[in-house]
T-cell receptor, first 112, second 118 residues
Framework: GEDVEQSLFLSVREGDSSVINCTYT??????LYWYKQEPGAGLQLLTY?????DMKQDQRLTVLLNKKDKHLSLRIADTQTGDSAIYFC????????????FGRGTSLIVHP | GAGVSQSPSNKVTEKGKDVELRCDPI?????LYWYRQSLGQGLEFLIY????????KSGLPSDRFSAERTGGSVSTLTIQRTQQEDSAVYLC????????????????FGPGTRLTVL
């Protein structure tokens, strides 16, 4: 299977919270990242978490890490139409490699 | 300051032709990465350059793909005898270095080159 897996689509109503989930396979992953890609643009780092943390909050973004289950989530509070984008989960450190491995991306669609 | 730039933004070519894609990283960034993004797929790692070290070519899908980085700055990804399955967006990223003992090193991505092979 894929090293990093995430669902492909998520649709939410403006103002609701969005939760994007990701699972990874290698427990030696050291850093876990969330990137955002807007149409026609490259990826932009939103936030990252070190593997010895279980939560990180930054304004409307909350990252939760369950290292036992190798599960990472990104919660966006008060989702806005400008949050519509593709969100990529990535990890680095697995197997001693610090080149990030990315998931396929989750397309977040925010509708009024 | 300037971010990562890539050229061309779009490239349409015929099957069998060679193409060159260019990446200008952020000045001072020692690490440079090439990825391929196909429709519905994640980012597929292709190649990684770090300073003067030998590049990590472990992600190159075939010997038709090659890349070089001149003077530790600009990089060129070359695809020879292009095939239709090479059609994708090719993304370049740069960073100050690698994560690990030095801490996380954010990758900065360019806008990509969309390659279409007819």
């Amino acid at each position: 299977g894929e090293d990093v897996e995430q669902s492909l689509f998520l649709s939410v109503r403006e103002g609701d919270s969005s939760v994007i989930n990701c699972t990874y396979t290698d427990s030696s992953s050291t850093y876990l990242y969330w990137y955002k890609q807007e149409p026609g643009a490259g990826l932009q780092l939103l936030t990252y978490i070190f593997s010895n943390m279980d939560m990180k909050q930054d304004q409307r973004l909350t990252v939760l890490l369950n290292k036992k289950d190798k599960h990472l989530s990104l919660r966006i509070a008060d989702t806005q139409t400008g949050d519509s984008a593709i969100y990529f989960c990535a990890e680095s450190g697995a197997g001693g490699s610090y080149i990030p491995t990315f998931g396929r991306g989750t397309s977040l669609i925010v509708h009024p | 300051g300037a971010g990562v730039s890539q050229s061309p933004s779009n490239k349409v070519t015929e099957k069998g032709k060679d193409v060159e894609l260019r990446c200008d990283p952020i000045s001072g960034h020692t690490a440079l990465y090439w990825y391929r993004q196909s429709l519905g797929q994640g980012l597929e790692f292709l190649i990684y350059f770090q300073g003067n070290s030998a590049p990590d070519k472990s992600g190159l899908p075939s010997d038709r793909f090659s890349a070089e980085r001149t003077g530790g700055s600009v990089s060129t990804l070359t695809i020879q005898r292009t095939q239709q399955e090479d059609s994708a967006v090719y993304l370049c990223a740069s960073s100050l270095g690698l994560a690990g003992g030095l801490g996380v090193s954010e990758q900065f991505f360019g806008p990509g080159t969309r390659l279409t092979v007819l």
